[in-house]
């Protein structure tokens, strides 16, 4: 298991510093990390009872969702730009701190809990600030259009 995830994180190093390729394997990816987590979860949780398991399953894939949903998100904004210093400076800073999140929580597993569901409340701001820009955008050009 430390090996399949050691040489996947090798391949996702390398993918996120290729601007085109880093949107298609983050779309690849909505399909295998929330199952994933969910599944991770799930057995982690074996000694729970069916009822429990599940909805710790549930919120393993939901919290890899979201997480994996902020991160593409940020990804398609900077993607775009030309030049190629922002998309490695950022691929890096995601590398770092999934590094240094996966130390933290096996020396401080409260605190990097706490982390985890600052950075999830985050990103449903983010969404829901996205999401009204975007409804936004949509009903300005629908007057537009409409006069």
């Known amino acids: 298991m430390i090996g399949a995830s050691a040489l996947l994180f090798g ?6 510093k290729i601007p085109a390729f880093d949107l298609v394997w983050n779309a690849l990816h909505t399909f295998v990390r929330a199952p994933a ?4 979860a799930y057995r982690a949780t074996a000694q729970l009872s ?3 398991q599940l909805l710790a399953a549930l919120a393993g894939g939901l919290i890899a969702f979201a997480a994996h949903g902020g ?10 730009s030309p030049e190629p210093l922002s998309n490695i400076s950022l691929s890096l800073g995601e590398d770092v701190f999934a590094i240094f999140l996966t130390w933290f929580a096996t020396k401080h597993p409260y605190l990097a809990g ?13 969404i829901r600030w996205v999401l009204r820009a975007l409804s936004a955008l949509l009903g300005e050009a629908r007057r537009r259009i409409a006069s």
Do not use: M, N, S
């Open 50 to 52: 069916p009822g429990k």
């Open 11 to 16: 391949v996702e190093f390398f993918a996120d």
């Open 114 to 126: 706490g982390i985890v569901l600052w950075l999830l409340v985050v990103i449903v701001v983010v």
């Open 37 to 40: 987590a969910a599944l991770l």
């Open 71 to 80: 991160k593409t998100a940020v990804r398609a904004a900077v993607t775009p």
